[in-house]
């Protein structure tokens, strides 16, 4: 369920600050620490996954919180467009091992995605 050498474990488990932006019973969201855009808030599954490559339907409740929390985020935020990413592999940008979505928002975006 933990992974002691994750940094965002050590998040869910307050031995790292990070400002919280919400939380439900399975997922947290705070900001980046190195923000992309005016809005930049990740959203973590509270127990540890490596990414989305390891989602099932079994987690259907998980991948629910996650999404409303997303939406609500974006709503408490002012945001009427944002962009909700995650990233699988070094190759695709993803830097911590832990599930994460990044909720970006308050600037215009280009696409495709550098
Ligand atoms: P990835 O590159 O894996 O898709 O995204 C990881 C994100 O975590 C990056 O945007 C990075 O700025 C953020 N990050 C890395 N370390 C910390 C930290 O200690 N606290 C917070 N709040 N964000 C972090
Ligand atoms: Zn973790």
């Not at 600050?17 to 939380?23: A, K, R």
């Not at 947290?28 to 989305?52: G, M, Y």
């Not at 979505?101 to 280009?110: E, I, K, P, W």
Request: aromatic share 6%.
């Amino acid at each position: 369920m933990r992974d002691p050498e994750c940094l965002f474990c050590k998040i869910v488990h307050k031995e790292i600050d990070s400002t919280l932006v919400s939380e439900s019973e399975r997922a947290l969201a705070f900001r980046d620490i190195n923000p992309a855009a005016p809005t930049h808030v990740l959203i973590i599954p509270k127990d540890h996954l490596v990414s989305v490559r390891e989602l099932t339907t079994a987690h259907g409740e998980l991948i629910g919180e996650i999404f409303e929390l997303a939406a609500q985020i974006a709503s408490d935020e002012g945001l009427e467009d944002y962009r909700l990413v995650s990233n699988v592999g070094p190759g695709a940008g993803q830097s911590v091992f832990h599930l994460h979505f990044h909720v970006l928002g308050g600037r215009s975006m280009s696409w495709p995605p550098g």
